[in-house]
């Protein structure tokens, strides 16, 4: 069965972890996000959440040597014969070089490196309306995605809350570091050929179509397909 091996990769607020749930829901395949990671570690206070959480809070990123090692094990150790949507990482060049060699030490190939062009306007406007249930991290939006309830997640009930690093400062400080440590991986991609991009400004379920197409439009035209993306694509 062909499997799918992905990075999202854009600025915050892009919608990266919205689409790649829709993508884990649709395709079976693993989301691996590294904030996701990195909050939780931080909930359970564990030791490399307790390192991570300053950085987190003031916007920067947190240190190579605590992501890497966090996310390369995970990748490792996943069983998920369907493929992964790595989204958040990798944020720098010394990360995407990591992954590169780990991946070629364990034979994974990457079909596509989704670049989600995304304006600054539509990043401020996400993220200052962003809510996030702090039991199951589900998102939610104040005009464009709202819980049935107000504060309250339609999953699992657990509370809302708005992310430190969601506040005026922190925002600015992560699209900075953004533009300064991330948007080199666009190049970086694009030469190996993998770089695929999408417009992050569209409305959810018309960014969720653009990347299908995109993404697996050629896969789709041949009959090797077999159905596995489940849908009106194949
Ligand atoms: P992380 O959690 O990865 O944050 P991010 O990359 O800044 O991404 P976001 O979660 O803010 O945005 P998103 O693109 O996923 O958008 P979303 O779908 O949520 O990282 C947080 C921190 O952890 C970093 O600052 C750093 O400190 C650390 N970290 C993480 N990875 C690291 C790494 N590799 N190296 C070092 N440090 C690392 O959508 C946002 C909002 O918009 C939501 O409310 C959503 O409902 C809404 N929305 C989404 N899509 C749409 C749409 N199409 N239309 C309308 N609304 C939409």
Excluded at 81 to 88: A, E, S
Excluded at 105 to 123: C, H, K, N, P, Q
Excluded at 168 to 176: F, Q, S, V
């Amino acid at each position: 069965m062909k499997t799918i091996k992905l990075i999202f990769l854009g600025p915050p607020g892009a919608g990266k972890g919205t689409q790649a749930v829709n993508l884990a829901v649709q395709w079976e395949t693993l989301h691996i996000s590294s904030g996701d990671m990195l909050r939780e570690s931080i909930k359970n206070k564990e030791p490399l959440g307790l390192k991570a959480k300053n950085y987190m809070l003031k916007g920067e990123l947190v240190p190579d040597n605590i992501v890497i090692s966090m996310v390369m094990e995970k990748i490792s150790s996943n069983t998920n014969n369907k493929g992964f949507v790595l989204d958040g990482f990798p944020r720098t060049s010394n990360q995407a070089k990591k992954l590169d060699t780990v991946m070629a030490d364990e034979g994974i190939i990457l079909d596509a490196v989704v670049y989600f062009e995304t304006s600054e306007e539509t990043v401020l406007r996400r993220l200052s309306g962003r809510r996030v249930c702090r039991n199951c991290g589900a998102n939610y939006h104040l005009t464009n995605m709202l819980p049935k309830i107000a504060g309250v997640c339609d999953k699992c009930k657990g509370p809302l809350y708005h992310r430190e690093d969601d506040k005026p400062e922190a925002i600015r400080k992560r699209l900075e570091v953004y533009k300064n440590k991330t948007t080199p991986l666009l190049s970086y991609y694009k030469k190996s050929g993998l770089l695929k991009t999408i417009n992050g400004d569209l409305e959810v379920q018309e960014a969720f179509e653009e990347i299908k197409n995109k993404v697996t439009g050629a896969w789709c035209s041949g009959a090797w397909c077999s159905g596995f993306l489940k849908d009106d694509t194949c």
